[in-house]
């Protein structure tokens, strides 16, 4: 298809002029942008990190009210049962929230995974999510597939903001697991939590060995595109977001006053006050204009014509569904009839064949048959001639026995006297 759609490419001469007046099509973006609005915008997330590094807080933060709930504690939590003593399992949990800024809607579909990583064991504690993220795939491949595909509700997973543990040292084998698992099925973001831990240079070597591992593990995360015809402002606004990986993020709903007098969202210590939308504090306006502001349908187009398009196709593959790409060529008709013709004569020919080779195959046998009779009868007939001359033999034999007694002479037959016979009763 690639060879073909640049053939097509190079044959069609593009003629570029400029109009001396105003069509009006300039105004097509205006027309999208109302159509948009009056639809209103989608977002599907995944969050996943351990508990207590702040994921809760940092969604509520990142839309400026309370989306997510807070946690349960431990003692009112429902009971669990667990496979084993220390082994929490992991559980998948959506909330649906619907939020409007200056007249836009925006429809949030955030999936937690609360039991992630608390357990002794967490071997596998990344199968249910990519379980989760697989059967969201499964279910738009279905409706996408039915006869009515006038509704087709998107819940595919369009970003997974990965939480990863303030250390200072490196990813843990559990963060790489999951990473690997996922990276080619979701748009991948990963964020250091709760930064205000550390300080500044330990932040940064933390980005260097973690940007370390995932290029050594060869993990694709999701980086915005950087397009030609972009802006200079787009274009470093795009590899400031790039070079800003991972984020070191801190959240916070509560409002604190500055030294100089200013309310802002924020965090006070003994030592300072740490801002949320503080581009210098910590990377928050980063990551919020990466998943929001500049880069939501980006996300979006992503998942679908790439990681969801991988995923079909690797589905349907192994259902045994390959693609037959002579339906998409152009033809000739004359070129295709001709190619029809010989694929008759040569179907015709080859049941000749098939048929000449029955034919000689029964031949052959009833050829082999028939010598059999024939053997069988020139057996039988020696057989009978032998019996025949046996008996002729036997016969002559006898003719001659009855010649030769014929020959000698006869003797007078010899008188024999009666004798009497005693009559009546014996007493």
């Known amino acids: 298809m690639a060879s073909v759609d640049k053939s097509l490419d190079s044959e069609v001469k593009i003629i570029r002029r400029k109009l001396n007046s105003f069509v009006g099509f300039a105004n097509l973006p205006k027309q999208w942008h109302r159509k948009s609005v009056r639809r ?19 969604v509520n933060t990142l839309f400026n009210r309370e989306v997510l709930k807070k946690p349960k504690e431990p003692e009112e939590e429902d009971s669990v049962e667990s496979d084993a ?3 929490t399992p992991v559980r998948i949990e959506t909330t649906k929230a619907e939020i409007e800024e200056d007249g836009v809607k925006l429809t949030l579909n955030i999936i937690t995974t609360p039991g992630f990583g608390d357990s002794l064991n ?30 087709v509700p998107d819940e595919r997973v369009h970003a997974l903001l990965y939480f990863v543990e303030p250390t200072a040292h490196s990813l843990r084998s559990l963060d790489i697991e999951l990473m690997k698992a996922v990276h080619q099925k979701v748009n991948l973001i990963p964020i250091i939590a709760k930064s205000d831990t550390l300080v500044d240079d330990e932040i940064d070597g933390f980005k260097q060995r973690i940007l370390a591992d995932i290029r050594y593990q060869q993990i694709k995360v999701f980086e915005p595109s950087v397009y030609e015809n972009d802006d200079e402002e787009t274009v470093n606004n795009s590899r400031a977001l790039i070079s800003s990986y991972p984020f070191a993020v801190i959240g916070s709903m509560n409002e604190v006053t500055t030294p100089d007098g200013r309310t802002v969202r924020g965090r006070s210590y003994p030592w300072g006050t740490i801002e949320v939308d503080n581009g210098d504090h910590n990377d928050f306006v980063r990551l919020r204009q990466l998943l929001i502001r500049s880069n939501l349908e980006e996300l979006k187009e992503t998942t679908s014509e790439i990681l969801y398009e991988n ?117």
């Open 122 to 151: 967490n071997t596998e504690a990344w199968k249910p999510i990519v379980d989760e993220i697989d059967s969201r795939f499964d279910r738009y491949l279905e409706a996408e597939s039915r006869v009515n595909r006038s509704q």
């Open 85 to 87: 003593p220390g082994n």
């Open 311 to 427: 995923y079909r196709s690797e589905k349907l593959l192994k259902m045994g569904i390959e693609q037959d790409n002579t339906v998409f060529k152009e033809f000739d008709p004359m070129t295709k009839q001709e190619e029809e013709r010989a694929l008759h004569e040569a179907k015709l020919a080859k049941m000749e064949a098939e048929m000449k080779a029955v034919f000689q195959q029964k031949v052959s046998e009833k050829e082999k048959k028939l010598q059999r009779s024939e053997a069988d009868l020139f057996a039988r007939h020696k057989e009978m001639k032998e019996k025949l001359l046996k008996q002729i033999k036997l016969l002559e034999d006898k003719k001659a026995q009855l010649e030769k007694q014929k020959s000698l002479p006869q003797e007078p037959p010899v008188s024999s006297t009666p004798q009497k016979t005693r009559k009546g009763f014996l007493r």
């Open 40 to 58: 209103g915008f989608s977002l599907n997330f995944m969050v996943v990190g351990e508990s207590g590094l702040g994921k809760t807080t940092l």
